[in-house]
T-cell receptor, first 111, second 116 residues
Framework: RKEVEQDPGPFNVPEGATVAFNCTYS??????FFWYRQDCRKEPKLLMS???SGNEDGRFTAQLNRASQYISLLIRDSKLSDSATYLC????????????FGIGTKLQVIP | NAGVMQNPRHLVRRRGQEARLRCSPM?????VYWYRQLPEEGLKFMVY????????ESGMPKERFSAEFPKEGPSILRIQQVVRGDSAAYFC??????????????FGQGTRLTVV
């Protein structure tokens, strides 16, 4: 089993739709979780951290389910500019940052 | 405050040549991480360095790859005798302290290495 698993997609959704991605992780002791966004041929950029209680940033909502070992990202009212690959990132813990990236889920928002 | 700077952005090498990739961290950041992203794959951790020290190189291939972060100057990822399979995007990230999680690590724009 991979350390971090994501459905690579692509997810093709119309503008205005709500779309959700899940990501599962294998290490139950993992400590912190993030969603990154990566545009085509660009560097990854932090989208949001994922907190145990769930958190929201505008149209984006992230949730963590430790019991089932998955995190999710919900995007409401999709915009064309949301088209990108969304990377799930898990920090297994330890004294330094050695995060594990998922393969990413590709989202294409269509007009 | 400039971000993480990587150069060159694009690098073409013939099989058997050497590739040198440079990464200048953000001002005030003394921790550097290198990642490799193969086409249609996720980012894979390669090495974590602090100034003059390699902290974790568990993701580095055993041969041909080396990394350094000298007291002065950028971090260098060096690939000797490149092969076609080394073609990938190489990203570095920097952070201001050990244990800094995603909120404090910033990526450079990457170097795209093509081996012909």
């Amino acid at each position: 089993r991979k350390e971090v698993e994501q459905d690579p997609g692509p997810f093709n959704v119309p503008e205005g739709a709500t779309v959700a991605f899940n990501c599962t992780y294998s290490n139950s002791a993992s400590q912190s979780f993030f969603w990154y966004r990566q545009d085509c041929r660009k560097e990854p950029k932090l989208l949001m951290s994922v907190y145990s209680s769930g958190n929201e940033d505008g149209r984006f909502t992230a949730q963590l389910n430790r019991a089932s070992q998955y995190i999710s990202l919900l995007i409401r009212d999709s915009k064309l500019s949301d088209s990108a690959t969304y990377l799930c990132v898990v920090n297994p813990g330890g004294g330094y940052q050695k995060v594990t990236f998922g393969i990413g889920t590709k989202l294409q928002v269509i007009p | 405050n400039a971000g993480v700077m990587q150069n060159p952005r694009h690098l073409v090498r013939r099989r058997g040549q050497e590739a040198r990739l440079r990464c200048s961290p953000m001002k005030g950041h003394s921790h550097v991480y290198w990642y490799r992203q193969l086409p249609e794959e996720g980012l894979k951790f390669m090495v974590y360095l602090q100034k003059e020290n390699i902290i974790d190189e568990s993701g580095m291939p055993k041969e041909r790859f080396s990394a350094e972060f000298p007291k002065e100057g950028p971090s260098i990822l060096r690939i000797q005798q490149v092969v076609r399979g080394d073609s990938a995007a190489y990203f570095c990230a920097s952070s201001p302290r050990e244990g800094a999680a995603g909120t404090e690590a910033f990526f450079g724009q990457g170097t795209r290495l093509t081996v012909v």
